[in-house]
């Protein structure tokens, strides 16, 4: 039963939170008041879920039934609470920050921005807690549907144009591949759930195998495998808080997670043993090749984007990898990518927000007006590249040792130089902004650091880049069910 | 005897009668509650009808007691109750809309007449469905279609008498090969009820006056239905149309006749002689493919939204037509929940944009530069409408491709499930023209000016929205009646 008292009021608090923001368009005080309201109740919600999850309870809940055998259904297990947990946790800061950013470059719609913010995050919470193929594929098209309207929110023609490639690859790839394998599973095993050692049957040719495993990997685009990846730097045009929040964490985690969960639940790991060197292949070129596009970006936020799709192969490669161990570190990368990622981004709208630069060459110095700005963003990227004491080092240590474990030196040598890359494209920002002398000293436009929504929200995501280190222990525990259950 | 027993009868004597009566009264307010009575009773009849076919039983009733096969019988049985589900409910909803939407369309002296064939088309659409005999069903698509020709040619547009006329021309080249082959059936069997012909079918099937039979029917019933390449007539005839009309013709007309295709390869012919004897599959999968790239590849270049839509018809036909070439459950299935899915989406995108011409004075793209500013309901209807036309999930749209790709892979055919999808993302193509017109230009001076649609337009085509969403994600009524009808048709489980 509690999955019926918490599953259905975490879909409901975001959904029932957007009317009220709409409600609201006039006030917004008020409305970013009840933005706040519903992302605090929400991880409330989801929060309370934890501890029925840790003791091994898997609560469910069930809606309507679509199609004979296809019902609309929700089931918590250890990853899902783990994404849930890590995006309605981020919503709140992300709120906190949104309300600087938006009133601080003066957005228009803002009224719609959050009441397509609430929908996202219902949508990611559909994703999260999704029992079988169906609900899942349901919110996954909602999210790209909901969040269109935020990445062309300034409505210009740039917007419109990344907004045709982030529709057109996203819908794209979820129609022609995602949706024929959904249906091809349904044919052949009769069923869509998630359940611990997949659902396909035994017989299934090596071929089909494979090439079912194709077409979900690259049929969910959010995961941004190469060569379906240009959605996301195009997504760039939305403002920073979409950025943040949806294309570092939400969005591109709804990718992986969806990948991690159908290859441990739908195919099962020793079912897929031996037919996913491909996979390993593809995710370990898109590491390398998104990383060397990044090092040449000097837009910011593309370098961000690009930085983005390198990390989210890693969480593709670790699960290619099939053993317990690589995926627990797919598993712990997600949530602490989420951390770091989200606190760049931030420091990149802050630096927008009071000195109007987006360009890589134009923040010599900047860190001695902005510390806690460009201090936190020096903790994300140490928390990327993998140095400890960030967060970053954990998964990063996993996948080593389990690339070590099974003697795959490709996936060693990926994951040695992609840590070099990382340190390529982040340290010299940091140094260039605490260690060079501002290019024009007596800057008539003289700024300090950004409104201070801003400034907590990203202190509080970096110093949780940190944090996370020292306490990971529930984070661990959880992902340690997940491979258990499997 | 009780008035249950005259149910059949009823359910196309109702409508039959309120169009004389709405002439008579010659008033438009007299006229419309009139019709839209008569239809709501249809809706009613056709309620209790589908209801009383629920465990799979055949109602058969002789008109005047003149018993069959001598006498005409009405036959409901769980397909064509589903049918008249569709019809009578689409002229409940388009009814109290026209009533607005006629105001600046047909002058008011006009507007009982306008009522009085509207009664007729859907008495036609409905017999058409409800009959059990061959020449009966011709009668009542002349009923059906010289009404549509002028309610067509009503339009404000000098464009639709040209239109009309097209769709004269072209309807009565298909009538013409529809009776020709029910005259050829005649003559071969002796009898026009449509089950009696089946049975004498049997010692005379596949010689060559049957198969000639078959073909001009299926010429002729795809004319009708503007199967690729003989719907030239559908995109004038839905564009010029009273918008009304447009959404009524296009929720219901195209349907009624594959619902006749359906009966004539099911029931009279029978599967064996129409799927395996002869190349129909391998013909109908080609035209459908053509129609779904070809049709929404024209789609995505028009600059009327009407006409974008009407080539949107042509496109959604044929995976009504792609699934019946299957010839399996799922396939059929797949076919019949789609006539339903789609005439519902259709009925509200045209009622929608009939809406937005009211306001705007046309549906040019151009003109509805901005549209989303000033009308935010009506767009956002139609972008929900357009989501069930890709096949988003949650939508009705959704639930028919599901099958149709779940048929395509029974029949271990990858490639037609790949190519259903692709079809499926030029709609995304097509749709997506009115979202950036709609939402990402300004509105001009003059349609900044104007306002929302009255409620007597939003409401109707509102609840048509809301039922797309209700079937996206509950389906017992929709998928069950396919089902069932489905696995009758192929003589399984009954």
């Known amino acids: 039963m509690t999955g019926y008292k918490l599953i259905l009021p975490a879909l409901a608090i975001p959904l029932l939170g957007s009317i009220g923001i709409a409600l609201c368009n006039r006030h917004a005080n008020l409305r970013e008041a009840v933005t706040l309201v519903t992302s605090v109740l929400l991880f409330i919600c989801v929060a309370s879920l934890l501890p029925a999850v840790l003791a091994g309870a898997r609560p469910q809940a069930q809606l309507l039934e679509p199609l004979p055998g296809l019902p609309i259904a929700f089931e918590v297990e250890p990853l899902g609470m783990l994404f849930a947990l890590v995006a309605s946790g981020l919503w709140i800061v992300n709120s906190i920050y949104s309300i600087g950013y938006m009133r601080g470059n003066k957005e228009a719609h803002q009224t719609r921005f959050y009441v397509c913010f609430a929908l996202a995050l219902a949508s990611v919470i559909g994703i999260a807690f999704a029992a079988n193929l169906i609900t899942l594929f349901l919110f996954y098209e909602a999210l790209t549907l909901v969040t269109y309207p935020l990445v062309t929110h300034h409505g210009t023609a740039e917007a419109k144009r990344g907004g045709r490639v982030y529709l057109a690859l996203l819908l794209g790839t979820s129609m022609l591949f995602l949706l024929p394998a959904i249906v091809f599973t349904w044919h052949v095993a009769g069923t869509t759930d998630f359940r611990p050692g997949g659902i396909l049957p035994a017989q299934l040719a090596p071929a089909t195998l494979a090439v079912l495993l194709a077409l979900f990997m690259f049929g969910i685009g959010k995961a941004a495998l190469m060569p379906f990846h240009r959605w996301l730097p195009a997504a760039m045009v939305a403002p920073t808080p979409v950025s943040a929040l949806l294309h570092a964490v939400a969005v591109v985690k709804a990718g992986v997670f969806s990948a991690v969960k159908i290859v441990v639940y739908v195919f099962g790991l020793d079912q897929l043993a031996g037919s996913t060197d491909w996979l390993i292949g593809i995710s370990g070129f898109t590491i390398i090749a998104a990383s060397i596009v990044a090092l040449n970006a000097d837009n910011l936020k593309r370098r961000l984007a690009y930085s983005t799709v390198s990390q989210l192969s890693y969480v593709i490669m670790a699960t290619a990898l099939l053993t317990p161990l690589s995926v627990m570190g797919a598993a712990i990368h997600l949530a602490v990518h989420a951390f770091g990622k989200i606190t760049l981004f931030f420091a990149a709208g802050a630096i927008y927000t009071v000195a109007h630069k987006t360009e890589v060459s134009q923040l010599n110095g900047i860190g001695r007006r902005m510390p806690w700005t460009m201090s936190a963003f020096a903790l994300g990227a140490l928390s990327l590249i993998g140095i400890p004491p960030a967060a970053g080092f954990l998964s990063k240590w996993i996948a080593l040792s389990s690339a070590m474990e099974g003697v795959q030196v490709f996936v060693l040598a990926v994951l040695i130089v992609s840590t070099l890359l990382n340190a390529a494209y982040f340290l010299p920002i940091v140094h260039a902004a605490f260690f060079r002398e501002p290019d024009d000293a007596n800057d008539a436009h003289c700024h300090g650091e950004a409104p201070w929504s801003m400034v907590l929200a990203l202190v509080l995501t970096g110093g949780m880049t940190i944090a996370l280190f020292f306490f990971s222990d529930s984070l661990l525990q959880l992902v340690k069910q997940l491979v258990a259950a499997s | ?494």
Not at chain 2, 51 to 61: E, P, Q, V, W
Not at chain 2, 140 to 160: K, M, N, Q, W
């Open chain 2, 1 to 494: 005897m009780s008035i249950a027993l005259h149910l059949p009868a009823l359910q196309v004597v109702i409508p039959l009668v309120s169009a004389p009566l709405a002439v008579l009264v010659r008033r438009a307010d007299a006229a419309f509650l009139i019709v839209t009575a008569a239809s709501w009773a249809a809706f009613a009849t056709a309620i209790a009808l589908w209801l009383g076919t629920g465990d799979g039983a055949t109602i058969s009733y002789a008109i005047g007691n003149w018993q069959p096969p001598w006498g005409i019988e009405y036959r409901v049985d769980r397909l064509s109750s589903f049918v008249l589900l569709i019809v009578s409910g689409m002229a409940a909803i388009t009814l109290p809309y026209s009533r607005t939407s006629i105001e600046r369309e047909i002058p008011h002296e006009q507007h009982y007449l306008f009522y009085a064939m509207f009664a007729l088309c859907l008495t036609g659409l409905l017999g058409i469905t409800i009959t059990g005999d061959a020449f009966n069903i011709f009668v009542f698509l002349e009923i059906s279609s010289l009404s549509s020709y002028v309610l067509i040619a009503l339009g404000r547009d000098r464009r639709a008498l040209m239109a009309s006329y097209q769709y004269l021309v072209m309807g009565t080249i298909g009538a013409t090969f529809i009776v020709i082959g029910i005259g050829l059936l005649y003559l071969m069997t002796g009898t026009l009820n449509l089950a009696d012909m089946a049975g004498r079918l049997a010692q005379v099937g596949g010689t060559r006056p049957v198969l000639a039979a078959l073909a001009f029917l299926t010429v002729g019933i795809s004319l009708k239905l503007a199967l690729y390449p003989l719907h030239q007539w559908l995109a004038n005839a839905y564009t010029y149309a009273p918008s009304a009309v447009s959404a009524f013709l296009a929720a219901t007309a195209t349907k009624v006749s594959i619902y006749v295709l359906i009966r004539f390869y099911y029931s009279v012919f029978g599967e064996s002689l129409v799927f395996e004897k002869l190349p129909l599959p391998e013909i109908m999968l080609l035209l459908s493919l053509a129609a779904m790239f070809a049709a929404s590849a024209v789609a995505i270049f028009q600059h009327d939204l009407k006409r974008l839509f009407a080539y949107s018809s042509v496109a959604q036909i044929g995976y009504i037509t792609l699934g019946l070439s299957f010839d399996s459950v799922t396939g059929l299935t797949a076919s019949i929940v789609h006539l339903f899915n789609h005439a519902v989406t259709k009925g509200a995108l045209f009622l929608l944009i009939g809406g937005a011409v009211a306001a705007v004075g046309g549906a040019t793209l151009s003109r509805l530069s901005g549209l989303a500013r000033v009308m935010p309901l009506t767009s956002f209807g139609i972008v929900l409408g357009g989501l069930s036309l890709i096949g988003v999930p949650g939508t009705a749209g959704f639930i028919s491709k599901w099958y149709l790709i779940l048929a395509a892979l029974e029949k271990g055919q990858w490639w037609l499930a790949i190519a259903i999808v692709a079809s499926s993302l030029l709609a995304v193509a097509y749709v997506w023209r009115f979202v950036e017109v709609a939402y990402f230009r300004e509105p001009s001076a003059d349609l900044a000016t104007r306002r929302e649609a009255p409620l007597g337009l939003l409401v109707p085509a509102w609840i048509l929205v809301s039922t797309t969403l209700y079937f996206g994600l509950e389906t017992s009524v929709t998928v069950g009646s396919a089902a069932n009808a489905a696995a009758m048709l192929l003589g399984i489980g009954k």
